[in-house]
């Protein structure tokens, strides 16, 4: 059965401090992978995606993902938050074979501090 | 394009009550899915539509719920009869041949 982990439920980090999030899933086939961003009473925004070709994605807001086949990881990274980071955090993955359809993670909170 | 469009934004309904949510893919989308978001069980995916036709609907919690697309513009989640516990968030999503889901601003339903 596929499953997608997010090991931190909530993180605290200073504006201007760099930020990672960590995403580890459990599939049998080549999965595409997907980070979200939520705030506060919205919807889900789609930050970035990884299909396939280069492992270190770049997407919106300034953030990146790198796809690690090995450690079955797709960790996103910032290098400096703003306080407009502040929000929730879901990793998703979908397989082909699955119709694409997406499993996500429990998510992480972030919380940026002044 | 103005995006997945949810209606309505809040739905607050009594228990036993019918509960009705819409929604409006992105046109050219031919994947609409229908997901629950709750502190316990985070985000769950309800039903899926493939060119208007449900594909897999092992996420419908019972058979209180269910789900139609009559057309390709619109989709709708049916409650009948409401329970406290379904209170929750309901998103609509939609994607196409990018595999991108964009995702509407949901409807946050309470029963009473």
């Known amino acids: 059965a596929q499953s997608v982990t997010q090991p931190d439920i909530h993180i605290t980090v200073s504006e201007g401090a760099s930020l990672e999030l960590r995403c580890n899933y459990s599939?049998?086939?080549?999965?595409?992978l997907f980070w979200y961003v939520q705030s506060p009473g919205q919807g889900l925004q789609l930050l970035l995606k990884y299909f396939s070709g280069d492992t270190l994605v770049q997407g919106i807001k300034g953030f990146e993902a790198e796809f690690k086949r090995s450690q079955s990881s797709f960790n996103l990274r910032k290098p400096s938050v703003h306080w407009s980071d502040a929000a929730e955090y879901f990793c998703?993955?979908?397989?082909?074979?699955?119709?694409?359809?997406?499993?996500f993670g429990a998510g992480t909170t972030v919380t940026v501090r002044a | 394009d103005a995006g997945v469009i949810q209606s309505p934004r809040h739905e607050v309904t009594e228990m036993g009550q019918e509960v009705t949510l819409r929604c409006k893919p992105i046109s050219g989308h031919d994947y609409l899915f229908w997901y629950r978001q709750t502190m316990m069980r985070g985000l769950e995916l309800l039903i899926y539509?493939?060119?208007?036709?449900?594909?897999?609907d092992s996420g419908m919690p019972e058979d209180r719920f269910s789900a139609k697309m009559p057309n390709a513009s619109f989709s709708t989640l049916k409650i009948q009869p409401s329970e406290p516990r379904d209170s929750a968030v309901y998103f609509c999503a939609s994607s196409g041949v990018t595999l991108k889901a964009f995702f509407g601003q949901g409807t946050r339903l309470t029963v009473v």
């Open positions: 539509f493939n060119n208007n036709v449900p594909i897999d």
């Open positions: 599939y049998g086939a080549t999965p595409y």
């Open positions: 998703a993955v979908g397989v082909r074979s699955n119709d694409y359809k997406l499993s």
